[in-house]
């Protein structure tokens, strides 16, 4: 949520300390945790920067305050489930699961503080794909085990990549996208274009569709398949797409080899002031993320794909709450 805020309000957010905005009680910062849900509205733009209003609740993450997001359910369409990349989903994240379940809700899966994967822990692309994989499939397990609680049998509540219904982000340092997003990306690079006609977006979203599983780029015939190729150092397209380019851009951006950062990001082109290449490795490289992954737009994206519009929220809400 502070990304959002900061975001979307023409204000000076540079802080010696981190801040938490919608932590506005003294012992919520005083703890450092939220106690009560807090509503929130924002004005965000898609990748086409259309512009939509989103009412949001920020509810709080500590199984001891799990009554806020029982009662929050009840006013929202739709839940993004934030799950910590190292940490993994835990007791009470299972618990929102089911509760999402029983409420009807469309879910999203939001897979957060991806940057510790790399900074912190300092695995290998490879195992990150698997600790991401490892995450999706326990979801997904929780999901098959309480689907019996649906009212909605035909609703589909497994979640996947390559289905646009989840996400990656590290609100440290301003990093969210999806796989179309990033497929977006490339096409951007590639096309040198700045906007989406139909065509090269319906092209993007083929692409995001090879960049999950165990599906393998050849670089001679240039098509996917799913066996690796003879070469040693053939990996999965979500790695060798996504995670190594994300990595070589965290890992140029927090060293001190400046030349070989601004070489790196005119390929991408990204373009920094003189004072911008002088900042700390922070706020650096949440600036760079920035410009790279397009801010909030993949979660726009992903939110009105996978999470129905208020109207129809409602009625949905009606019939769940007529059938009890």
Known sequence: MDLFIEETHETNWENPQEFRYTDCRQDEQKRGLSIKSKPLSLILQDSRDKSYLFNMMDTPGHPNFCDEISASFRLCDGVVIVVDIVEGIQFHTEKIIISAIKENLDVVLCINKIDRVVLELRLPPTDAYFKIKQIIDEFNRIVSENLQFSSEKEKNYFISPDKGNVIFTSSLYGIIFS????????????????K?????????????????????????NRKFSKKPTSDENSSRT?????????????GYTISEEKDSLKEILDKLGIDLRLSEFKLDPKPLLKLVCGKFLGHFNAFVDTILKCVVDSKKGSIIKVNFFNKL
């Open 179 to 194: 796989l179309e997003s990033f497929a977006k990306r490339y096409f951007e690079l590639k096309k040198n274009i700045a």
């Open 196 to 220: 989406f006609d139909y065509e090269n977006l319906e092209k993007a979203k083929t692409f995001a569709k090879f960049l999950w599983g165990d599906i393998y780029f050849n670089k001679r």
């Open 238 to 250: 979500f790695v060798e797409f996504i995670l190594e380019p994300l990595y070589k851009i965290i």
